[in-house]
């Protein structure tokens, strides 16, 4: 019993002092203490496969793993993401800095400086998203810019997508650029 309360002492420390580095987001260190001790279980490198039929959808790493609700929901800090698609192939990769992982309804929430490349160069950063296992599509009613090789940029307010960034539906639109356009015989 005091191994695991001296355990979920240094993870409060440890993610109160993570939180408490952030001067912009207010009372961060204020809620950290409760989730802590409302926490079932917090792993350190921990890594969960996101599965949909048996077939490989995501692998999310996470720093710090909080786990709540009899196991069926994790906070996670400092997260990195691979997104797979039907043949296994890795599609593109995910950073942030906070997540939420529910296994009850099959979803996966980033928030913090999210920022995904897919394998072929395209990059999305965002505030925020969800990711739905079942559907396997990415999605935010959120800021964004996403680029694209050959200087192509768009910013907008919302947006679906696969995690590829290969089919992407846009809410709204505020600006976009286009790079250099070739035609033929020139």
């Known amino acids: 019993m005091r191994v695991v309360v001296l355990v979920l002492a240094f993870a409060g420390a440890v993610v109160v002092a993570a939180c408490g580095s952030d001067p912009g987001t207010p009372g961060a260190g204020a809620n950290v203490a409760a989730i802590v001790d409302s926490a079932d279980q917090v792993a350190f490198g921990s890594r969960t496969l996101l599965t949909d039929n048996g077939l490989l959808r995501a692998e999310v790493f996470a720093d ?4 709540m609700e009899n196991n069926t929901r994790a906070s996670l800090r400092v997260v990195h993401a691979d997104f797979f698609g039907a043949t296994g192939a890795k599609e593109a990769t995910l950073t942030a800095k906070v997540g939420n992982l529910t296994q009850r309804n099959g979803t996966f929430e980033a928030w913090g400086n999210v920022i995904i490349t897919s394998v072929d160069g395209r ?30 940029e768009m910013r907008g307010v919302g947006f679906r997508a696969d995690p590829n960034l290969s089919a992407v539906q846009v809410l709204r639109v505020q600006e976009g650029r286009g790079g250099v356009v070739r035609l033929p015989n020139e």
């Open 123 to 152: 990059v999305l950063k965002t505030p925020m998203i969800k990711f739905l296992q079942s559907q396997n599509q990415i999605m935010s009613d959120s800021s964004f810019v996403l680029t694209e090789p050959g200087e192509k």
């Open 64 to 67: 710090t793993a909080l786990f």
